[in-house]
């Protein structure tokens, strides 16, 4: 046989091996994206672990399937750096982060401003402002830091979320939910009897809220008119309202089982049914479609996952140990952002699926920088925009 030939029949694969590559492939993607945060390796051990490995790609490399194994590999894990801290964000935009000191505005190179001492931030609807709430007093303000004006109430003032079109903004005091004019004038009560769950601001036009009372029932009205257009019957307690993008899908997150999707008229269309004792701790819409990214939390075992519905298709994408806290898209709809307190890091996972990976440590110290004891995890409060 000459070394042509020899050479030939070695690098064809044999029967069914190209199968097998793909479903070695699937195996090694799936225990990535599940993997867990470890301890950092010692340096002496790490010469030992390159060898191990040099050597097991060298051996998969002989093949064509072993060839295009290898560079997958090399594709995710090369792909998917930890951070040590926050050096940029992977896509376009800004983001709103809830720390102990206030609000911080992330801008896409990493620099960070904190806007000063409120409570709670979310962005106006093209990003040009924030609306920020401190004790009794609701703050419209530039990214910049620069107020524009405030308005000061005689209850505690929390959950100001401002209009798609820019004109309104609700919040609530204590329990009742108020309406502002974009510019703080004609504030106004809109509903009594409400729960602490945000507002939320049916995408569009027309000055539509959706708010959820004191017996788990949700309103949607007409805030102009002040017309109710539809309500839902009581029900569990609700932790979460989230719009479709184009606004004819309500999700209704609850603090049990089941989570409710509502069409514009308020008739239920569908559900998510999570497993026996499972919670849903947070869930967002992507920002075009109706795709729901959901933070799926089992107690019992104290893990959780991250899922992602799509047309009534579930799809898993990172399974961690403890609680993964908020998920937040980035305006373009190809990352997803999520949170993860017990370990101090940010997972950005790039959809769909997760081709690539991106984890940011030491969270809490960069949005805390002058605490030396124990810091609190900070909290998303959205990223905007494109």
Known sequence: MTEAELRRRLTQPAPSEEEAGHRTWEV???????RERVPRIERRSRPVIAVALAAALAVAAITPPGRAFVQRLRDVVGRSPTEPA??????????????AQGPWVVQRDGSKRLLGSYDAASWSPQGKFVVATRGHSVVALE?????????TRPQPVAQARWAPSGFRIAYREGSSLRVVIGDGTAD???ARSVVAVAPAWRPGPVNTLAYVDTNGGVHVVNVDTRGELWATTPGPPLRELAWSADGDRLLAVSRGREQRIYDGQGLPVSTIELAAGHVASRAAFAPAGRTIALTDFDPAASRSTIVVVDRGREQTLFKAAGQLQDVEWSPNGRWLLATWPSADQWLFLRTPGVGRIVTVSNVAGEFDPGETGSRSFPRL???CCS
Request: no cysteine; hydrophobic share 50%; glycine share 14%.
């Open 381 to 383: 409060g959205g990223w």
């Open 86 to 99: 926050l050096v940029r964000l992977p896509a376009p935009g800004r983001l709103l982060v809830d720390s």
């Open 188 to 190: 106004r009560l809109l």
């Open 28 to 34: 090694v993607r799936a225990a990535f994206v599940e």
């Open 143 to 151: 990214p910049g830091g620069k107020v524009h004006w405030t308005v």
